[in-house]
């Protein structure tokens, strides 16, 4: 007799015994699926994703579940029940689910591409809390087979790309790198969805106030782009009321919340217009201002380069390969007018520094007065004394300073860089006497100093540099060169006095490095005035100054997007990391694995992960030919990084190709064999190159094709030139009966002498030390 539960071997929704509907899920994905197919076009990667994942089925619209079995689900993933008594199994909660998360894809895709919504029944109360469990559902490896093959977080972005930028590259310009443009302004929109939704839904269900919520849920300050939340409002269907709430709570720097009466709900009212306990609500209000300031600042710049005629998108994209060009986000020209990506904010940025770089007069009136009409329209703070801001900053009368801390710092999207300790300490500091300095600023402050000694010292060993700490660090250091430009990151512009200090001290430094980086003397007694630091700015060397501070290259980079330069910094600086794989520019990317390869820091020849050669690093930032560095045969250590023995303090170049050798000797056989020189002694590389007829190993017996390749063979396989250095060693130490090249020795033997060589790193060199003697070797073992 059978038992159990009986299979249904059908495709269609049905109802169990207990009347409640039970949709199959994988029916239901298909017919979206596919519904998707025939609304949006066409697009490869949805097609690819339909033929692994999905079995074609006729198609057919999913069957929406109850009011009722909507609320349960939404009840169930509210309280973490799943079962109550009377109430369905699990295994139908979990169908439903299913169900309800096709349905609730589809009706995001609808929302995204501006169309009516299918699914527009469903009341938001339900969609809330499943639009917030979707969204923090795990796309491993592990969970893919979950709830019948359908790996929600890596459904939901992998479709998303292939649908939203499908549409967006037939109605964009085909200048347009919609990839970057769609994959950014898609992420921006469907985060603030999902953000801003579940938001209302916890205020409805919730006691706590906004800046409780934004604090510990962390939505908010996770978008791609704030700038676009002004009309992603609109977007994901946010009333009139709420959006003014939001964009209020937003705009604040005062200590109360404002509230919009139009449109907001009773709650609003009570929880918005309450003044919070404690320092978290306003530690976040307290680092919007400057936000605010550098959107003004872009606004006046933009218009004021359209009442000009200008264009701040005329920038030039650097070629890239053109089957890379879907992979790599590209800045191009010929942006749409009405395209308000942050790409076309930033490229302001960047058009002014490549301007800046070409005439350093150009930009100042423009840059200087955005920022300064911008800080002064923002001067709306109230003034506070230092007490007040350190107890909106960690709380009255709290000891948790460093979780306070951190909770901002990462907030902010700097999960990495200053410690957190001393963020807090520098916040007491630099608080001014009419208390008019924000947690912001001087967070700004700190990064952009930090940046500047940083990179001036060359310590950059092992440190990882965020894209948004250099985008900061490439917008103010380079607007250092303005006049006054970077107190919209130091003040805001209460006291001119302070302003005035504060750029005196700026140029002061700059001049300081300036000379410590050449080595030329300074009169510290007697300090420049402020207007002869000016004219030392504005000389004809100012090229030279912008070349200091690595803006040049930056900025080339910069038109590949920050992704590439967050490579580049942890490509370079971070000698932990492997070389980077992505190829910017063939000849960048060839030279920069030259580069690293030559230093071992791809773990050739013990993989030297300690120092840097800083000669090469000023050349390597400047531009992409490394061919005048350490371009000899025998050498693969530079000599001037740090860990080079004393005696090898400085390379000897040639005068004809600029090649670095370790002494006159070696310099002497390049001249003869590189460039024909006979009037020079030769002294011989490697006997193995010179005098030996037949190119064979002595050890392995592995025949070459030529000396060099033999030559290659014994410094690469390492046994064989483990041998060859043993075997010379013991020939030196005045064991005469070893026969040489002939006599292999034991394992026994080769292990003890092994364990008395030098470190690992050292084993090139000894080889170079060791070719250089063989010539006698070989003419005794001939003769």
Known sequence: MLSGRRRRTHRVPVRNDAGRLVIDAKATQTAWLQHGIRVYGGSELLKSELQATVEPIADHRPVLPTAGEIAYSAQSFKTGKTTKPGGP??????????????????????????????????????????????????????????YRGLGIRHHLFQLFIGVFTNRLKAAQSQALSYWHYGYRRGLSRLHAMFSMRFVQWRLTNSKKSWGQILFDQRIFFDLVDRDLLAE?????????????????????????????????????????????????????????????????????????????GLTHTSLEVLSLPSNDAPRFPLVHADLPADCESWDVEDAAYADDVATLVQDPDANIPLVASTFCQAL??????????????????????????????VDIYRIQGHNQGIPVLEEVKYLGDHVTANGTMHAEIVYRVKQARGAYQQLQARIWKNRRLPHRLLHLFYVSLVQVHLVGAMEAYVFTAADAKQLEVAQNNLLWRMYKAWHDSRSLPIDKQHRPSTADLRQWLHVD??????????????????????????????????????????????????????????????????????????????????????????????????LCTPWAPPELERPIQCEQCAACFLDHRWLNFHKRRAHGSVDVECHPEDVLLVDLP?????????????????????????????????MWQQKNAGHEDIPWPLTRPSGQALAASQRSLQANRWRSMQLSVLCRNLKLAAQQQLH
Not at 376 to 399: C, F, T
Not at 552 to 580: C, D, M, S, T, Y
Not at 606 to 624: A, K, N, S, V
């Open 89 to 146: 199994s699990g295994d139908v909660l979990k169908v439903n689910i299913e169900a309800l998360t096709d349905i609730l894809l589809q009706d995001l895709f609808a929302a995204m591409a501006g169309e009516t919504s299918h699914t527009a029944c469903i009341p938001a109360e339900a969609k809330m809390p499943l639009m917030f469990w979707l969204w923090k559902q795990k796309g491993s490896a592990n969970d893919r087979d979950q």
């Open 232 to 308: 992603d409002y609109v977007a994901v269907g946010l009333s009139d009321g709420d959006a003014a709430v939001l964009r209020a709570t937003i705009d604040s720097t005062s200590y109360e919340y404002p509230c919009s009466q139009e449109g907001a709900t009773s709650k609003y009212q009570r929880t918005v217009k309450g003044v919070p306990q404690g320092g978290k609500e306003s530690a976040i209000l307290s680092l919007f201002p400057m936000q605010r300031i550098m959107s003004r600042a872009k606004q006046l710049r933009r218009e004021a380069r359209a009442a000009q």
């Open 376 to 405: 002064l329209e923002n001067k709306q703070e109230p003034n506070l004394d230092k007490s007040e801001i350190l107890r909106r900053y960690n709380g009255a009368g709290s000891r948790q300073h460093q979780h306070n801390a």
């Open 541 to 638: 060397t100012i090229q030279s100054k912008l070349r200091m501070l690595r803006v040049r290259w930056v900025v080339k980079l910069w038109k590949q997007g920050p992704l590439h330069i967050w490579k580049l910094i942890n490509g370079i600086f971070n000698f932990e990391a492997e070389a980077p794989r992505t190829p910017w520019h063939s000849q960048w990317d060839l030279d920069l694995r030259i580069w690293r390869f030559k230093h071992g820091i791809d773990g050739e020849f013990g993989g030297e992960r300690e120092g840097f050669c800083t000669d090469t690093l000023d050349r390597l930032i400047q531009g992409p030919s490394m061919s005048w560095h350490c371009n000899l045969y025998e050498n693969t250590k530079c």
């Open 694 to 726: 037949v190119p064979k190993c002595p050890f392995c017996c592995v025949k070459m094709a030529s000396r060099q390749s033999l030559l290659q063979h014994m410094r690469q396989r390492k046994v064989c030139g483990d041998n060859l250095i043993w």
